[in-house]
């Protein structure tokens, strides 16, 4: 079944493209895809291997069938030469691409992507896609009683988006950690089977924001992600580059205290349906209660 999505910015619903749409259905799909995904796809070797190739020279073939494939808009980036596929992957935007909502009150998309929020348990669950998780499995430690009843926001970034992130305020991080693990697509389509969040390799940021009070910001590593990087960045401004990601889909979480913000109505009823919100970074996409 297609995955529906809100492009708010033109006002009108599409079906998502799955990239790799075929292969993907055979790996999550199929027992003997399933086995060939255990034993190497997901592993971090084959992701290696990925990365290795789209580094190499010759991968800058690959480019303008992609760009022409996925619709993108090359004048919002940096007008140059690409030495290879992953230089093209991980792109920054021309100046003035992007509008970043500046308000102190506002709180900020944290990257170009599909948006879906979810509320957290009193009990710390959360109902994300086909599964339900505890806030523990994804962040890897025990969750404050303070976000119980508060927001988990999930940033699901496509092939086809811009893969660098950002802070969503001005603050400060209190502790960062790497947690190792799978690399599962975090298309809609592993949902079915496995615990994407909480199996893949992520990297959990605990900050104190200015505005909107303790938060955990998570990057989520997915299939063919070879890399996360963090720029290690101890104090920060709302909308600084916080890191990002090499070739591949990719998730970026937030998780908010109970009561620190009042998500956007259009978002929150899209949610309810199931049904993604495409945001761009910077963006407000709620505001300080």
């Known amino acids: 079944m297609a995955n529906r999505i809100y492009d708010r910015k033109n006002a009108v619903f599409y079906d998502d493209k799955q990239y790799g749409g075929k292969a993907l259905k055979f790996l999550y799909e199929t027992v003997l895809g399933r086995i060939i995904l255990k034993l ?31 619709g993108i808009d090359m004048s919002d980036f940096e007008n140059r030469e690409y030495t290879s596929f992953n230089d093209f992957f991980t792109r920054k935007l021309a100046e ?14 944290v990257a170009d992507s599909k948006l879906l929020c979810y509320n957290i348990g009193d009990d710390g669950k ?9 806030a523990e499995e994804i962040i890897g430690e025990t ?10 926001l999930v940033f699901r970034l496509t092939v086809d988006d ?9 603050g400060k991080v209190i502790r960062t950690k790497y947690i190792n693990g799978k690399l599962h697509t975090v298309s809609p389509i592993s949902s079915k089977r496995y615990k994407v969040y909480a199996e893949n390799c992520r990297r959990v940021t605990l900050i104190e924001s200015e505005n909107f009070g303790k938060a955990y910001q998570i990057e989520i590593g997915a299939l063919l992600v070879g890399k996360i990087i963090d720029h290690g ?27 620190a913000v009042r998500i956007d109505e259009d978002i929150l009823q899209n949610s309810q349906k199931g049904i993604e919100t495409k945001v761009q970074i910077g963006e407000r996409i709620g505001g300080k209660c």
């Not at 959360?126 to 505890?134: A, D, G, L, Q, R």
């Open 96 to 109: 003035n691409a992007r509008v970043f909502d500046n308000e102190k009150s506002s709180l900020i998309s």
């Open 40 to 70: 190497f796809i997901a592993g971090k070797g084959y992701s290696r291997l990925n990365a290795f190739m789209n580094s190499r020279k010759s991968s800058v073939k690959k480019i303008a069938p992609f760009i022409e494939e996925y």
């Open 126 to 134: 959360i109902p994300i896609k086909n599964s339900v998780y505890t």
């Open 162 to 170: 811009y893969h660098r992130y950002c802070f969503f305020d001005d």
């Open 233 to 259: 960045k101890n104090v920060f401004k709302k909308g600084e580059e916080k890191g990002y990601f090499e070739m591949g889909g990719s998730t970026c979480v937030l998780m908010l205290e109970k009561g």
């Open 143 to 152: 969750l404050p009683d303070s976000f119980n009843g508060g927001y988990c």
